[in-house]
C-alpha cells in the first residue's frame, strides 16, 4: 500500500521568509498528487495538485510544488509568506487504478507564521 | 460552507451511547468517504461509498458502522466507542473518476468520555 511521509511536523517562520514542505511517497508507478491546507477552525482545502506534464505545479495563494519523479518527492514551497499562511498543511497521492478514488494523506504540518 | 455539511459540529458522548454523524452534499458527487482525523497521525481513511456502495472499509472496528441511503448522504453509526476514538470526522465527497474533486465538510468534533 502507498505511504506519505511529510518530515516537519512543526515549522515556525516568519512574515516574507521562504517555505518548503517536504514530502516523499511510496509507490513505484504512476501517481497523482496533491497538496492540501486547513486553516485554523476550516475545512481541507485544495492548494494545488499534479497528475502529468510540468513537475513545477502552480497552486493557489503563491504556493507551488515540484513533482522530482526520481526522488519520489513533491515538496510545497512558497517564497515569501504571510501571516495569514499560517495553517496545517497536508500532502496527499492517488495511485489510481484499483485504489479508484482513494487519497492517502500524509501526517501534516503546521506552520506558524509570526507577524 | 463547502458544499458538504456535516452535522453536529461537535458531539461528547459516553462509551455506553449511541449516536450518529450526518454528512450532507448536493453538489452532484456520486462517491463520498469517511475520514478520521486524530492528533499527531496521518487522516485516516475510513469507508468509500461509491454510487451507493460501499467499496472501501479500511480495517474499522464494527463499532462505527456507516450507512449511505443515497448519493447525497452519508451517516457513521457509533456504537460502544472508546476514548481513543475521540477525533475529528471527516466527510467528503467527490464527481465519479474525479479524484481531484474532493470537496471535505468542516468535520464534527467527538470526544468520547
Known amino acids: 500500500a502507498q505511504s506519505v511521509s511529510q518530515h516537519n511536523h512543526h515549522v515556525i517562520l516568519s512574515e516574507a521568509a521562504s517555505l518548503e514542505l517536504g514530502c516523499n511517497y511510496s509507490y513505484g508507478g504512476t501517481v497523482n498528487l496533491f497538496w492540501y491546507v486547513q486553516y485554523p477552525g476550516q475545512h481541507l482545502q485544495l492548494l494545488l495538485k499534479?497528475?502529468?506534464?510540468?513537475?513545477l505545479v502552480k497552486g493557489i495563494k503563491g504556493f507551488e510544488a515540484e513533482f522530482i519523479k526520481s526522488k519520489f518527492s513533491f515538496n510545497l514551497r512558497k517564497p515569501s509568506v504571510q501571516w495569514s499562511d499560517t495553517a496545517e498543511y497536508f500532502c496527499a497521492v492517488n495511485v489510481g487504478g484499483a485504489a479508484g478514488n482513494k487519497l492517502t494523506f500524509g501526517g501534516g504540518t503546521r506552520v506558524l507564521v509570526k507577524p | 460552507e463547502t458544499g458538504v455539511t456535516q452535522t453536529p459540529r461537535h458531539l461528547v458522548m459516553g462509551m455506553t451511547n449511541k449516536k450518529s454523524l450526518k454528512c450532507e452534499q448536493h453538489?452532484?458527487?456520486?462517491?463520498m468517504y469517511w475520514y478520521k482525523q486524530s492528533a499527531k497521525k496521518p487522516l485516516e481513511l475510513m469507508f468509500v461509498y461509491n454510487f451507493k456502495e460501499q467499496t472501501e472499509n479500511n480495517s474499522v472496528p464494527s463499532r462505527f458502522s456507516p450507512e449511505c441511503p443515497n448519493s447525497s448522504h452519508l451517516f457513521l453509526h457509533l456504537h460502544t466507542l472508546q476514548p481513543e476514538d475521540s477525533a475529528l470526522y471527516l466527510c467528503?465527497?467527490?464527481?465519479?473518476?474525479?479524484?481531484?474533486?474532493?470537496?471535505f465538510g468542516s468535520g464534527t468534533r467527538l470526544t468520547v468520555v
Open positions: 467528503a465527497s467527490s464527481p465519479p473518476g474525479r479524484v481531484d474533486g474532493y470537496t
Open positions: 453538489l452532484g458527487h456520486n462517491a
Open positions: 499534479y497528475f502529468s506534464g510540468d513537475p
